[in-house]
Nanobody, 121 residues
């Protein structure tokens, strides 16, 4: 069993930066792929970024390429999402996910409770 807890969300002006963290419990986390998803009000949840268990491969949705960076520290059982040049359209609840998937888009078995990111114009 893996439990995920996100942190780092908040209110930021357009052009600003935030770093989200996803702290995991469970011995197998560092063998799982991990991803970040987001859901804006009235919209479906969408894939944002993901990383393999080793950190050797990453994937991003086109709209965040060049602005967001996903990384992980397996010694700390933590996955990060560095978000730069934030835009109002990045406003959403961001969710961390993990699981034994070889497909970075998912599906994922474990999900966090989410952290809110609000970008003001």
């Amino acid at each position: 069993q893996v439990q995920l807890v996100e942190s780092g969300g908040g209110l930021v002006q357009a052009g600003g930066s935030l770093r989200l963290s996803c702290a995991a419990s469970g011995r197998t986390f560092n063998r799982y792929a991990s991803g970040w998803f987001r859901q804006a009000p009235g919209k479906a949840r969408e894939f944002v970024a993901a990383i393999t268990w080793s950190g050797g491969r990453t994937s991003y949705i086109d709209s965040v390429k060049g602005r967001f960076t996903i990384s992980r520290d397996n010694a700390k059982n933590t996955v990060y999402l560095q978000m730069n040049s934030l835009k109002p359209e990045d406003t959403a609840a961001y969710y961390c996910a993990a699981g034994p998937t070889s497909i970075l888009y998912g599906p994922y078995d474990y999900w966090g409770q989410g952290t809110q990111v609000t970008v003001s114009s």
